[in-house]
């Protein structure tokens, strides 16, 4: 009897648990999230996963590290304000994608400031320093 036979090759393999993504730094929820193959995300996509932007520190870049196909961990920095955050929609997020909101000199100061310094404003209008 005479089978048929398929000959197929797999140009491409990517186990189902390695479709993830990860966004870190000034975030409301670091984490890894999963990326399903049937769906697209952007850069506001991404950030919305981890619960924003930590707008304590004011953060204003924001990195994507992946790896181009030789192997090779290259990165793109963007602008974080309100055009740039309007432009996230048109910026691609990939499994295995790490996003790392940036952190600055400034960012730094701004969540010390934020952490150490509280100033509340009474009813009286006194202040009161913790």
Known sequence: TNRPMVVCEVT??????????????????????PYPPDVRYNLM????FAGGLDM??????????????????????FGV?????????????????L?????TARTRVNRFLADVIHV???VGGGYTYQ
């Not at 491409?12 to 999230?33: C, D, M, P, T």
């Not at 204003?60 to 961990?73: E, P």
Request: charged share 25%.
């Open 120 to 122: 509340t404003v009474g």
């Open 12 to 33: 491409k393999y990517q186990r189902e648990n390695e479709r993830v993504f990860a966004v870190v730094g000034l975030v409301n929820k670091s984490g890894v999230f």
């Open 56 to 77: 304590v520190a004011d953060p204003r870049y924001v990195k994507i590290y992946r790896q181009d196909a030789g192997g090779q961990t290259v990165f793109a920095t």
């Open 99 to 103: 996003v790392y909101v940036d952190h």
């Open 81 to 97: 304000g309100s055009k740039a955050l309007a432009d996230a929609y048109g910026v691609p997020v990939k499994p295995g994608d």
């Open 45 to 48: 996509e991404a950030l919305a």
